[in-house]
Each structure stands twice: as C-alpha cells, then as structure tokens.
C-alpha cells in the first residue's frame, strides 16, 4: 500500500484558511517513540527510588490468621515490609457506589487486605527494597498463615440462600439489579410470528496493555507534596483520590501522567497496590515506584464482560421486530471498583440492547453480583460488545428463522435516517444517526451481492465462508449524567489553556490526556485552524495537574469532542486578543484583520501587515508604546462541558466475511469492513485507527481472549503464554468508511471513535461464523471467545458448548 | 557457576561497557536498570510480547530470554543505537506517516524486527510481513498500519535498489 502523505479530507464546513480539520496530519509525539525516547512511567527513576512488590493471597478467599515477615525484613536490600493493617493508619478504605446507580452497594476495600483476602492475587502484605528484584526475594519469604475460606464462583448460585454472603454486612451478594420495562414486550411477543430465545455467554476478558500499570509516588515532607508519576487515563481523578484517602488538600498532590504504554479503560480506575504505593512513598518519606508484572496484570488489573444473557426477539413474517427481552447477570468479583463502579457495565447492556432499532417493546433485567475472583469494571467500548452481540446475535437469528436476508430486515427496523430527534425504548436520546445511510455504504464497499455469490459458489465446493453483520449505537462525549450527578468527582467539562509566546509560537495545556489515540494532535489541528497558525508552531501540554485546566482525562470517546472544541474555542478567543494588540500596534479595526499562516493579515486583501513574533515582541517587551490603557491578554483559557444531550450517540455498521475449517474447526478471517459516523472527522487517519485498532481488541475477545478460572477461583492461565491475544498473522485486514452527522452541541461537531471498532466486531463475527455453519445444520453459537472445538461440537454433536 | 556477582564486558551501541551484575539479571533489565537504556521495553518477561527485542551480535534476540552475562564480549544493539545510525530513518518515517504506532511501547521491538524482514531484500507480501511480526504484540493498531509502513519501505527500498543498479 502507497502511504498517502496527507490522507483526502472529509469537507469540513469549518474550513477557513490554513484549516486542519479534516486532514490526516502526523501525530506531534510519534519521532521520539519510534527513536526509544519515549518516557514511559516505567522509565522514570528519581533520587533515593526504592521499589515496592507485594505478596499476594494464593486463595480466592482467605483469612490472614498471622504474617510471619522476620526472615523478609532481615532480607538483603529490604527498606521496611509493611502489612495491610499498617498501611491501614496512613490510607482509608473506599467503597465503589455512586447514587444514580440505584441501590448499588459494596464493602469497604483496603489498599492492602486486612484481615481477609477476597480474591485470587490480593495483595496482603508490601515489601519495599532497593531493587524490584530484592523486593520480590524478600516478598516471598515471607509466610502468611491462612484460613482457607468457602469461595463464591458461579454467579448463577451466587443469590442462593445456601451460598456464604462475602460481606455479611451487606446482608446479600447482590451489588446491583436494575430492571426495565419499556412499550409492552407481553404484546410484542404475542403480536409475534416468530419468537426466537438464545443464551449468550461471555467470556472474561481484560486489557492486556502492552505497558503494565506503573506508579511512581514520591512524598516531601519538606514541602508537604506528593508528586505521582501514574499511567493513568484520569490525573485529575486520582489526584482527588490520593488526596482524599491519604488526608491531604488536593492541591498538595501533582499528578504526572507522560507517555502510558496503552490503556483502552484498564488505566481509568484505581486500583489497590497504586494506593498502596502512595501510602509507602507517604510512609517512608521517599520515592518508592510499582511496576505490575504480567502475571499481576493478570490476576489485578480490571476483568470485564463475564455476563451471560438469556434474551428474545419477537418478529413478523414481514420482518417487523416487535419485542426485546434480556436477562442479564454478571459477577464482578469482591468489590465494585472506585470510583466508577461495576454496575455501569450491566446498567449500559441494559441501555444497548435494541438501540439501533425503532421497536417500542422492551423488557430488561440486570443482577451483579459478588464472588471471589479478581473484580470486573469498565473496559473499552463498556457493555457495547455485550449489547451488540445480543441484539445482532437475535436480529441474525430471527432473520434466518423467517428466511428474510440479514441486511434486509436491518433495514425494515432500523431508526430512519429522518427520524431525528429521537428517543429509543430504553430512554436514550438521539440527536441524529445515520444507520440506513452507513448500511448502504457498507453493503456497496463490500459488493454484497457479490460477496453472497462468491460464498454460494464455493459452498459448493465444500468451502464453508460466512457473512455477518453488526449495526449499533456507541455513548459518547458524555455529560455529568454519566459519573458527576452520581456523586463521582469525575469531571465531564475540559478545559484548555492557550498562550502565545515572546516568539508568536503557540502553547495549548489540556486537561484530556494522550495514550495513543493521537489526543495531542487533536488538540494542536485544533488551534492551529482556530487560532492561524501553523501547526508546527503549536506545542501540547497535557497529563499534569499543576499545569493543565482541570479535566476528566481521555475515556468514553470525550478527547476529541469534548477536549477538542474547549481547545478550539480557546484558540478563537486567543486570536481575537492577539487581533486586538495587533491592530492597537496598527492602529487599525481589529474586524479588519485575520490571523493566517501565523501572521497578521488584511482579512479582505491577504496582504501581509505584520508576524505573530512581532506583536508579541511589542506585547512582551515594549508594552510602553501601546496605547494607555491597553493591556494584551495572551493567556486565554476555554471550557466546554456538552450540555444539549447527556451522551452524544454515534452509530455505525461492520461487516464480517470470514471462512471456517469444519476439519479442525479453525477460522479464518478474510475481511472487515466498518462505516462509521462520529460526526465532524477531525483527522480522518486518526480515527480510522482507532476504528481498526477496536475492532482488533474486538476481534480477540470473540474469537481468542478468555481468562479460564477453576471452581476453586484460580486463574489457571495468567501469562501471555496461556491467554490469547490478537496477533498480526491471524488478522484482517479492515476497510473503513465514513458518513457525517456532526452534533450541533459544539461548534465543531466531533463525537467520538474510540468504543465503535470493540463495540460491533465481536458480533458480526460471530454472526458470520453462524452464516457459515448455519446450511450444515449446526446448532447456533452464541458464546465467546469462539473455539475451534466450539465449531466442531457445533457440528458434530449439535451442541456448541462442553457441559 | 556459583558466583552470584558477575563482570562482564560488551559492546553496546558502539560503546565499550564494563559492569559487575548479578548473574541473574536479564539482559533488557541491565539494558534498562544499569545503562539507562529504556527504548527496550517489558511487557511479559516470558518472550512472547516482544517489546523487548534488541540485536545480539546481529541476531534479534528477546532481552528477556537472554541473561546479561551470557552477552559478555558480545555487541549489543538497541533501539537507542539503531536509530542514532540513521539505519531505519526511513522505516521510522513510514511509521509516523502511516500512524503504525498509537502508545509506542511496542514500536522499537516492532521496528527492529521489521528490519530484521527488510533486510532480506525483496518486497515481501503482507502474509510475509504480518507472520514474520507475529511474535510482536501491538494492543492499539491492529497491526494493519504496521504492515502497510513496512510494505512500503519495502517498496520503496526496492525502487531505491532499482535506480541504483541503473535500472528504470
């Protein structure tokens, strides 16, 4: 493939001279990572360092009767072992609730297990060394006396009466249950030709960012402040946190947040051995830096997606959907996790489902529920791939039960691309999506037609391909509706800060944050149209709480929308400052002036008046010759929080077109195809990785990624040896699209990108696996990941899955 | 051998290297810990993610599968070395070009590997290069950019070749 230097634009109506809207500009960043200059939190080493490593619970549910740390504190290299009880006096425990989740409720966690270990890979006692390696020799000699406890495993039997209750205090392993009932589901599967029910299973998965979870905290006592370097997608967040549980003032905590070797949501939470380690560096009144290695990833960094859903659809022979039902249930592990919760994930299956569709009738229930594995909270595209796979496993199923073609009854339900504004059975509100424009777009990409010709001729050569389709919705740019009116000091406005420097260069601190998603970028095409100038005058400062506005950090696809325009109105209320020292310099109607190419223009003419490095010379050094009275304001700072709507919904389509061995069961991915619309496209190649990078991640959790526990609670293959993940020679490649709806909430228009690819590649293709099984009389699978012996008991014994 | 501290001598980027280490001690963690070398990453310890690729006496080789004293009077090569030698200027062009990085933890293992490809000559088929980059996990891209820079580096070296044997 020919790289194109600058990728052709989606229009923009925001163009104006030197615009960068819409063009594929590289990102700021990437020089120096490709040169090994990166500055990973991992890298960072400071005067006096010492590193921290924990000893962890083997049971998935044990009491700590004694910890024997002797021979650990005698061990080489060893600063101080310090037990949960300890730690207890320099941090508070926390309890992951917020309000609006009705009922939810949790017990109280400890950064390190006191008393009790809840899950396989609870830390349960520090041990802080001169090296990581000295850490962990002197970590496992210590000797901790356990109570083996019973351990809830299986949701299914976690609410029965002869089940222990983890927290008795709480009276129940129920952590949340929210039920809904929408239009009258009763009729529509009465009104019914065609009922078809299926359960769907979903297997555990996580993040596995390339780059561990790395802290590095580092408590003064000289001047009272803590300064953590955190790879972290929220710095504001847990700056509050750190504050909050260690009885400081916000303003005595800095958090640092330079490059994060990957997050996709596993880095937006805070997590019990990162609090562990700022009350150590507190503690010991020196640096102490956390790296989790692979197998703490494994057994700590957040799970997501274990739900099973039993679920209906109800349609006519005509096609028409006419009803929806879900029962969804999901354990979380121990504890909801701080601060966003574990309900979230169950609360947006239950917004999801049906979402693309106009049928009125829905009928929901979602339990969470407690038990002694390693917690589950929010990971990228949160509860859509779950969603999706419900209603477009159902859709795909009852087509087939009618004997309708898949496209064609997408499009006898599917919200008209006219119907907005609109709100859906579930209560979401949509200000305008493109469904049937993106269906259209996706059919012709991948010549439909011809596709099914293709598949139909090779069936007969006993080549078994398959063709499966996925539309959904996707929640982005959220409001405060989603953590801030639950009590979460999780802010939803952003704000950026823009100055002109002495040499009429440009300077932008955000509060949003960059892991990869090409943020900075965004940022700086941002400015540098708004603003005029060009974009290698544009320098981006983010991922600092000293030195940034306070924000909520990159999640929930809020970077670009949210991120974006606070910047982009910055740089416009920037320029009218500069336009107005400019014209006292010129003595002329600032109305009449334009910014362009970084210098001060005649707008009607073009003609050249004076460079940005002049006025600010005349700002900065001779402020004596401007008129009295004026005074140049060159630091402006912009806020934007999305009011209009509480989420900005965007929507898309995938398509699948894979081939599967019935010998082996194996499955071969051929190609992808996603049309997208976010809105307004800020850097069209930037979003389109994105796109391609979620559907990848989407694509593992489908076909490979599976955290497998035993019955006891342990996690039987914690190393990237035994878990699966998605690499190059197995995937496709992936052909991207675009249709257009900007959100009229902001000047710009951007949604986001970031959840789409995860959220619809899972069920397309495990649509298109079923298309390809469906004529050899196999029963239909409905789980995931999808294993090969999957396929084959499908096939052989009509029955997908091992019981 | 029973000592528990070892010193060794090796080239490293070019530069003579003397340190005294425990015998235990990887390779990528002596890079990292004892040379500041931190372009080589870690990401698994099992060698499996390949973040950790560096160049040991030419061959690639995972730093976490390779002990520092087995690289006594050897010559080491890292991402840090590689790059300052304007050997893959163009390939690391093509990644910036092509956004085939998104966090970058695993472009220098990424980079090394495709070289170690690109070095055969020839332009090899995207089958080629996704299976020879099989053995680098990259969590952001979904490697489709990756081997579109790669492809044309290729290309592009190819014609470079070309015009340079006085061909058209």
């Not at chain 1, 496993?393 to 006219?418: C, F, H, Q, S, T």
């Not at chain 1, 490095?613 to 005349?618: G, N, T």
């Not at chain 2, 590997?113 to 090899?124: C, E, F, K, N, T």
């Amino acid at each position: 493939m020919k790289i194109a230097d600058d990728v052709p634009s989606v229009l923009s109506a925001l163009d104006r001279p030197n615009s960068y809207i819409g063009r594929s500009v590289p990102r700021p960043n990437l020089a120096r990572l490709t040169q090994g200059r990166g500055q990973y939190v991992s890298d960072v080493v400071l005067p006096r360092m010492a590193h921290a490593a924990f000893a962890r619970s083997p049971h998935a549910h044990a009491r700590i009767k004694a910890i024997a740390a002797t021979a650990a504190r005698k061990a080489p290299g060893v600063i101080a072992v310090v037990t949960g009880a300890e730690l207890a006096k320099v941090i508070t425990p926390w309890v992951g609730v917020l309000t609006h989740l009705k009922g939810i409720k949790s017990a109280p966690q400890h950064a390190i297990a006191v008393e009790r270990a809840c899950w396989q890979g609870e830390a349960v006692c520090a041990v802080v060394a001169r090296s990581r390696a000295e850490a962990e020799d002197a970590a496992a000699l210590i000797a901790v006396d356990y109570e083996v406890l019973p351990a809830v495993i299986d949701p299914e039997t976690a609410l029965d009466a002869a089940t222990p209750v983890i927290h008795p205090e709480l009276g129940d392993n129920l952590t949340f249950e929210r039920v809904l009932n929408a239009g009258n589901a009763d009729k529509g599967f009465a009104d019914a030709d065609a009922v078809v029910a299926a359960t769907f299973l979903f297997g555990r998965h996580t993040g596995v960012t390339n780059e561990p979870r790395a802290i590095v905290a580092d408590w003064n006592p000289g001047d009272r402040r803590l300064t953590v370097y955190q790879g972290t997608q929220a710095p504001h967040m847990t700056q509050n946190l750190f504050a909050k549980h260690l009885g400081l003032e916000e303003h005595q905590v800095r958090v640092l947040t330079k490059d994060v070797g990957g997050s996709f949501g596993i880095k937006v939470h805070i997590y019990a051995d990162e609090m562990a380690t700022v009350a150590l560096a507190k503690l010991l009144k020196r640096p102490v830096k956390f790296v989790a290695d692979r197998f703490e990833s494994f057994v700590t960094d957040i799970h997501a997606r274990d739900h099973r859903i039993t679920a209906r659809i109800g349609v006519k022979n005509d096609g028409a959907i006419t009803a929806f039902e879900i029962d969804d249930l999901t354990g979380i592990g121990p504890y909801s996790v701080y601060p966003r919760t574990s309900g979230i994930e169950a609360n947006q299956v239950v917004n999801l489902v049906g979402g693309p569709y106009t049928c009125p009738n829905y009928r929901a229930r979602a339990r969470v529920v407690f038990q002694n594995k390693n917690v589950m909270c929010q990971y990228r595209a949160v509860g859509h791939p779950i969603a999706t796979a419900v209603t477009e496993g159902l859709v795909e199923l009852a087509a087939a039960k009618i004997g309708m073609d898949v496209a064609e009854l997408r499009r006898r339900n599917l919200y008209p691309d006219n119907a907005y504004p609109a709100t859906g059975a579930a209560g979401l509100k949509f200000e305008g999506l493109s469904h049937h424009a993106s269906l259209g777009k996706i059919l012709k990409m991948m010549d439909y037609a011809g596709l099914r010709a293709e598949q139909a001729k090779l069936r007969q050569r006993g080549v078994h391909r398959g063709i499966g389709f996925a539309s959904f919705i996707e929640v982005t740019n959220p409001s405060a509706a989603f953590y801030g009116v639950g009590g979460a000091r999780i802010t939803s406005q952003d704000g950026a800060t823009v100055k002109l420097d002495a040499t009429g260069a440009i300077f932008i601190h955000s509060g949003v944050t960059e892991q990869g998603q090409g943020t900075e970028s965004v940022l700086a095409q941002c400015v540098a149209s708004s603003f005029g100038v060009p974009l290698e005058r544009v320098r981006v400062i983010t991922g600092d709480t000293d030195n940034t506005p306070y924000g909520g950090g990159t999640w929930a696809s809020r970077a670009a929308g949210i991120g974006g325009e606070a910047a982009w109105q910055a740089g416009k209320a920037l320029r009218a400052n500069v336009l107005a020292a400019a014209a006292s310099i010129l003595q002329a109607d600032p109305t009449a002036l334009d910014i362009r190419n970084g210098i001060v223009v005649d707008a009607d003419s073009g003609r050249e008046r004076m460079g940005l490095d002049e006025v600010a010379r005349v700002v900065y050094f001779r402020p004596d010759t401007l008129p009295p009275g004026f005074q140049a304001e060159f630091v402006v700072t912009r806020h934007y929080v999305p009011r209009a709507w509480p989420f900005a919904f965007t929507n898309g389509v995938q398509a699948s077109y894979l081939e599967v061995d019935t010998r082996t069961g194996a499955v071969k991915l051929i190609r992808h195809w996603c049309v997208e619309d976010c809105g307004t496209v800020i850097n069209p190649q930037l979003v389109d990785e994105q796109i391609r990078g979620g559907i990848v991640q989407g694509i593992g959790a489908v076909l490979f990624e599976h955290c497998r526990y035993d019955d006891a609670g342990q996690l039987l293959n914690a190393t990237m040896m035994d878990y699966l993940v998605p690499m190059a020679a197995e995937m496709p490649d992936i052909d991207i699209g675009h249709v257009v709806t900007p959100t009229a909430d902001s000047e710009l228009g951007a949604k986001g990108a970031g959840e789409a690819g995860t959220a619809g590649a899972p069920a397309c293709v495990m649509n298109a696996v079923n298309d390809a099984l469906r004529p050899l009389g196999a029963a239909p699978i409905t789980a995931m990941p999808i294993a090969p012996e999957m396929i084959l008991r499908a096939l052989r014994q009509n029955h997908p899955y091992p019981r | 051998m029973t000592e528990r501290f070892l010193d060794i001598g090796l080239r490293v980027n070019g530069e003579d290297v003397r340190e005294r280490i425990e015998a235990r001690k990887t390779l990528v963690d002596f890079l990292r810990d004892d040379l500041g070398l931190t372009g080589s990453h870690i990401g698994c310890e099992q060698g499996v993610c390949g973040a950790c690729t560096v160049r040991l006496d030419g061959a690639v080789v995972r730093g976490c599968l390779v002990l520092a004293v087995q690289c006594d009077g050897a010559a080491v090569e890292t991402i840090e070395g590689i790059s300052d030698s304007g050997a893959i200027a163009d390939l690391q062009d093509a990644f910036q070009r092509r956004n085939a990085l998104q966090c970058g933890f695993c472009t220098p293992g990424m980079l090394i590997g495709a070289q170690h490809l690109l070095s055969r000559g020839g332009v090899p088929s995207r089958d080629a290069i996704r299976e020879h980059i099989a053995g680098n996990y990259c969590r952001c891209t979904g490697y489709q950019a990756i081997v579109d820079a790669i492809e044309s580096t290729a290309t592009a070296r190819a014609a470079a070749r070309a015009e340079k044997a006085g061909r058209p």
